[in-house]
């Protein structure tokens, strides 16, 4: 039996797959999470053999949980609508043991479990080529700062927020525009975002 923790932040979609899996002989829902931190939680509490989670989630994301549960007992597979390369390639640097999409038929999804608990890697394969396209240019730092652009902060407030003088984070700003063609520092956060760098 393959005990899973599912991790989803949609209502919905989280029961449907809850009992579409458990409809499969040899696989056992044993938790659900809504969020990253109730994730770690719940394979904390449970030990699965696997941590099924999306990559958006409050809090901590799927990579977030995937990066802390590397090295751990609990293989994690990544389910997800995000079909870029980008967040593929964040996901293996995190430790994943696998990477599929939530429009591949249920019985796909069931045969990845079961190829991630035997130790394989999976990837979706309209994004095993891609993976190894369009290599992200940003630092660390930042994608840090274009996360904070994101959520509507000023530099000012980043500044605060991160510890930072002003210069500096219209500095990182300004070098990030720069390697992405951006007129802007939220045109620059939405390149990032929508190639999967953030």
Do not use: C
């Not at 959520?151 to 510890?163: E, M, P, V, W």
């Amino acid at each position: 039996m393959i005990r899973i923790v599912l991790a989803e932040d949609q209502s919905m979609v989280l029961g449907a797959f809850a009992a579409l899996l458990d409809l499969q002989a040899d696989i056992e829902v044993v938790a659900t999470a809504t969020t990253g931190a109730d994730a770690l939680a719940a394979v904390a509490e449970h030990r699965p053999d696997v941590l099924l989670t999306d990559i958006e989630m409050p809090g901590k994301t799927g990579l977030d949980v995937a990066a802390e549960l590397r090295g751990t007992a609990t293989r994690v597979l990544i389910v997800t609508t995000f079909a870029r390369s980008g967040y593929l390639r964040r996901a293996l640097d995190a430790g994943v043991a696998g990477y599929v999409l939530k429009d591949a038929p249920i019985g796909d999804l069931a045969s990845a479990l079961r190829r991630v608990h035997v130790g394989e890697r999976v990837v979706a394969p309209e994004l095993a080529v891609a993976a190894w396209d369009g290599a992200d240019p940003l630092t660390d730092r930042e994608r840090e700062l274009l996360r904070e652009v994101t959520t509507g902060a000023s530099n000012a407030d980043i500044a605060k927020r991160l510890h930072l003088a002003e210069g500096t984070v219209r500095n990182y700003l300004s070098a990030a525009m720069a390697k992405l063609g951006a007129q802007s520092k939220a045109h620059a956060a939405t390149i990032a975002r929508d190639r999967g760098w953030l």
